[in-house]
């Protein structure tokens, strides 16, 4: 189902004040780069980012600031998502800093909804260039060590990570091997290669790269990339206010519990480190890359190399 989304050029006052929701995290989340003041590195490109909402809580998910930078750098993007209400705070922003962004409602588990989002990006534009899959869950959608894990959670966690993505990679590559050109970026984790409790979101997340790798290898002919980012500890919503929720504790002893745990500064990574990776990856800047698994963890993997 469409949702509205314009060019608004005339909005570039405004781009700069919309770093968070939250004044709290805002010096720590703001990005200050918009439209005019960057390389344009995604000049005229259609991007579809899935999972364009964010969780609740304080500051900036990896999918909202991925949106919000490929829109800076002149992408037009189809920001989808199964919580459409989110999805239109993430256009409002974008547009707000003179991005061209539209929301799509999308569940990514309903393969039907990811065939009508690759035909709304195509019926608005005519091509896609960039898909990027940014969904994942594990606490949320029921994951647990495998003494205490049911079918019902492995069924949902792995159609939310891993089906969804095949399938949404499904309608999009007949497009990008037609135009011979394309971009895919999935979000996977460090979880995938160092030690995870709760093993779908660990099962599913290892599944993502060898995927990723398969259709790297089988689009590469076509001209067509696909790339895989492992985020480490990140301050996003869903990873630590959600982790405050399930286990009662306060939100700032989660974070610093997770703070303490990384090598690079003793801090962790931001919404804005995934979305600079993914547009690196997503430019031409990146044209000879492609089947490549890139940690942004602040050094977490380093440990076991
Ligand atoms: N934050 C971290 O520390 C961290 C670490 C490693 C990997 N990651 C990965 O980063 C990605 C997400 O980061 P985020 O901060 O943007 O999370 P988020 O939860 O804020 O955003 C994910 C979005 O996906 C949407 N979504 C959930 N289920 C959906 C469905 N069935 N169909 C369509 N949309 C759906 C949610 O509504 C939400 O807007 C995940 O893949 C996660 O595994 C995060």
Redesign the pocket.
């Known amino acids: 189902m469409y949702h509205s989304g314009a060019i608004n050029r005339n909005r570039i006052a405004q781009r700069n004040t919309l770093t968070s929701f939250s004044p709290s995290s805002a010096r720590k989340l703001e990005h200050p780069q918009a439209i005019g003041e960057t390389g344009m590195r995604l000049k005229d490109k259609i991007a579809i980012v899935?999972?364009?909402?964010?969780?609740p809580g304080e500051g900036m998910?990896?999918?909202?600031a991925t949106v919000l930078r490929f829109a800076e750098e002149g992408a037009k993007v189809l920001a989808?998502?199964?919580?459409i209400r989110?999805a239109e705070e993430t256009v409002a922003m974008a547009q707000a800093r003179g991005g061209e962004c539209a929301a799509f409602e999308?569940?990514?588990?309903n393969e039907k909804t990811l065939a009508a989002m690759a035909d709304a990006a195509r019926r608005r534009w005519g091509r896609i260039d960039i898909l990027h899959y940014?969904?994942?869950?594990?606490i949320a959608g029921g994951d647990a060590p495998l003494d205490e894990i049911t079918e019902a959670a492995f069924d949902r966690i792995a159609a939310?990570n891993l089906r969804?993505a095949i399938m949404a990679c499904k309608h999009v590559l007949p497009t990008m091997r037609a135009q011979r050109s394309g971009v895919i970026t999935m979000?996977?984790?460090?979880?995938a290669w160092e030690q995870y409790p709760n093993v779908v979101y660990k099962a599913t997340?290892a599944g993502m790269i060898a995927f990723t790798q398969q259709i790297a290898i089988q689009n590469a002919e076509f001209g067509v990339r696909a790339n895989v980012i492992l985020?480490?500890?990140?301050d996003?919503?869903?990873?630590v206010d959600t982790r405050a929720r399930a286990s009662g504790k306060p939100r700032a002893e989660v974070a610093a519990a997770r703070n303490a745990r990384v090598p690079l500064r003793h801090r962790m990574g931001t919404?804005w480190d995934?979305a600079n990776a993914a547009l690196f990856l997503a430019s031409d800047e990146a044209d000879f890359i492609t089947g490549v698994a890139l940690p942004v963890d602040g050094g977490a993997l380093v440990h076991i190399n």
Not at 106 to 109: G, H, L, P, Q, R
């Open positions: 899935v999972g364009a909402g964010q969780s998910g990896n999918g909202r989808v998502d199964n919580n989110s999308a569940d990514v588990c940014n969904v994942g869950v594990s939310i969804g979000i996977s984790s460090v979880a997340k985020p480490g500890l990140m996003t919503p869903m990873a919404a995934v």
